[in-house]
């Protein structure tokens, strides 16, 4: 069936720098979309949430931006730290699908000193 | 807030034996929650949806009498994995959601199964 996916399984990022995951998903039913840190063996950590009616949200030193167009979705984390090492996850919840979430491959992010 | 508590963290046991894992909102009640399976350094795959005071809600390819999920209150959800075999090793995680609408799902910390 449609589902989300990465473009970029691993990243390595100095700290200090921007760091930028990506994510395209196929089903255009697909109206809200959410980041996940998952550090190893724990569970998913919420990050930041984006609505289909919106393109781009802020949070602290993280920005989201969906492009709705080319099926799109980012997760910008500036200054990155070592701390934000750990795999990140998109996952999208489909219009009147109930609220369970598909979940993308996950990017790996490694944060070099 | 919106906690939700996974028991226990980690489970090794022989081949044969069910398994029971527990999910709790610790802060909200929940009347449905959600378990994952997710295999190394894989995503996380919907098992299925648990329902408070209903039947679960399984996705294709997962056995409902292999993976047994009572909902029996609205803070506590349970996996039973019966008469587990090693492929049956995994990392179990729940989920749950503090409200109704879109809103970020809590998880819980996860169990890490081992069948030898």
């Known amino acids: 069936g449609e589902s989300v996916g990465l473009h970029l399984p691993t990243l390595s990022v100095q700290e200090g720098d921007n760091s930028i995951i990506n994510c395209a998903y196929s089903?255009?039913?697909?109206?809200?979309f959410i980041w996940y840190k998952q550090e190893s063996g724990k569970g998913p950590q919420f990050i930041i949430d984006?609505?289909?009616?919106?393109d781009k949200r802020q949070g602290q030193r993280v920005t989201v931006l969906l492009n709705k167009t080319v099926k799109h979705l980012s997760l910008q984390i500036a200054a990155t730290q070592p701390g934000d090492s750990a795999v990140y996850f998109c996952a999208e919840n489909i219009r009147n699908s109930g609220y369970a979430l598909n979940f993308g491959k996950g990017t790996s992010l490694l944060v070099t000193p | 807030g919106a906690v939700v508590s996974q028991h226990p963290s980690r489970v090794i046991c022989k081949s044969g034996t069910s398994v029971k894992i527990e999910c709790r909102s610790l802060?909200?009640?929940?009347?449905?929650m959600f378990w994952y399976r997710q295999f190394p350094k894989q995503s996380l795959m919907l098992m299925a949806t648990?329902?408070?005071?209903?039947?679960?809600?399984?996705e294709q390819g997962v056995e409902k009498d292999k993976f047994l999920i009572n909902h029996a209150s609205l803070t506590l959800s349970t996996l039973t994995v019966t008469s587990a075999h090693p492929e049956d090793s995994s990392f179990y995680i729940c989920?749950?959601?503090?409200?109704?609408?879109?809103?970020?799902?809590?998880f819980g910390d996860g169990t890490r199964l081992s069948i030898l």
């Open positions: 984006i609505r289909s009616n919106m």
């Open positions: 802060d909200f009640q929940a009347t449905t």
């Open positions: 989920s749950a959601n503090p409200g109704t609408g879109h809103q970020p799902q809590h």
């Open positions: 648990s329902n408070e005071g209903s039947k679960a809600t399984y």
């Open positions: 089903n255009s039913a697909s109206d809200y």
